[in-house]
């Protein structure tokens, strides 16, 4: 999507998160209790989708010895995490690249004890997920953490359901399944299906689970076994 390349648009966006779902809050305070318990140190974590930043000030608050790498597709919102990061200092390392084509990304050479990702890989193809997933297998050291907190795909069938569930905390829930479709597509989003992430997960050697999850709103939590002969 283009218009994330504009600075006016990636700075909207940035202001207008912190009113967003309660799920958002709630997941993002799981993911620092579980970066917290990693025994991460002065090792490096990998955020995916860095965006403006504000998910890894959080980190690097709860981190105080680690450093941060950062990759997004966008020069602007990079530019605004520079800005928002900027007192970490050489804690914190930027880089662009697309999750879309992951073998292109350059990372600094560091053992990366964890791997995140927050709300960015259901602007992806199927392919490109299960691609991203087994780079990120890969990236991360043995024993190490990854957490995905992302969006999962809702069934027609299921439907009905999840929005009597999901209207409990955001009352402009479509009312009809091709609204949500209609919706979905306008912001150019392509959840996956709970079970084909775990299966991805899986897939690319790492123990998995879905450890929170609200509505179709989950977070995936893995790792990497302790040896890579495991």
């Not at 997941?27 to 990998?46: C, F, H, P």
């Not at 602007?123 to 990854?146: F, Y």
Request: with cysteine; proline share 4%.
């Amino acid at each position: 999507m283009s218009e994330w390349h504009a600075r006016e648009t990636a700075a909207q966006w940035d202001a207008d998160l912190s009113g967003r779902l309660p799920t958002r809050a709630e997941q993002q305070g799981v993911l620092l209790t579980l970066l917290a318990a990693a025994e991460i140190g002065d090792g490096a974590v990998l955020d995916l989708g860095v965006g403006s930043g504000l998910v890894a000030e959080a980190v690097l608050e709860t981190l105080p010895d680690a450093r941060l790498v950062g990759v997004d597709y966008s020069a602007a919102m990079l530019e605004l995490a520079r800005e928002r990061l900027l007192r970490f200092g050489a804690r914190v390392d930027l880089t662009p690249g697309d999750l879309a084509s992951v073998g292109r990304i350059k990372l600094p050479d560091l053992g990366y004890r964890a791997v995140f990702s927050v709300q960015t890989m259901h602007h992806l193809s199927d392919a490109e997920k299960a691609t991203a997933i087994a780079w990120m297998a890969a990236v991360v050291e043995p024993g190490g953490l990854v957490v995905l907190i992302d969006r999962v795909r809702v069934t027609e069938r299921l439907f009905h359901d999840w929005a009597v569930l999901w209207r409990r905390i955001d009352r402009d829930t479509p009312a009809t399944y091709a609204e949500h479709l209609e919706a979905q597509t306008r912001a150019g989003d392509r959840p996956a299906l709970l079970q084909d992430q775990l299966r991805w997960l899986e897939a690319a050697r790492l123990e998995a689970s879905c450890l929170h999850l609200y509505g179709n709103r989950a977070v995936l939590v893995a790792r990497k076994p302790p040896s890579t002969d495991a």
